[in-house]
């Protein structure tokens, strides 16, 4: 019979082992990430997206500044929008 700390030690060794041998970028859920942290598994965290400078300036005295951002995907006419009211 296997004491259960030795139990725990094998599935950290050998999670990390093949974990530390694969390519694969992080996973996206917090919970996957806490697995493999605590199995000592080396995160490959995924390309970072092009990154661009915005300027941003203030609007004429008395005017209204709109920001309005959009999303849709290949869902059966499902969109989503959101803005932001800044005076």
């Not at 609007?59 to 959009?70: F, H, L, M, R």
């Amino acid at each position: 019979m296997i004491h259960w700390k030795t139990v725990i030690n094998l599935i950290i060794s050998n999670v990390s082992l093949a974990g530390n041998n694969t390519k694969k970028t992080f996973p996206l859920s917090i919970f996957e990430f806490i697995v493999l942290k605590a199995c000592k598994v080396d995160i490959h965290l995924p390309k970072t997206p092009i990154i661009k400078e915005v300027i941003w300036s203030p609007t004429i005295e008395n005017w209204i500044k709109v920001n309005i951002d959009g999303a849709a995907v290949n869902s059966h006419n499902k969109t989503t929008a959101g803005e932001n009211l800044g005076m």
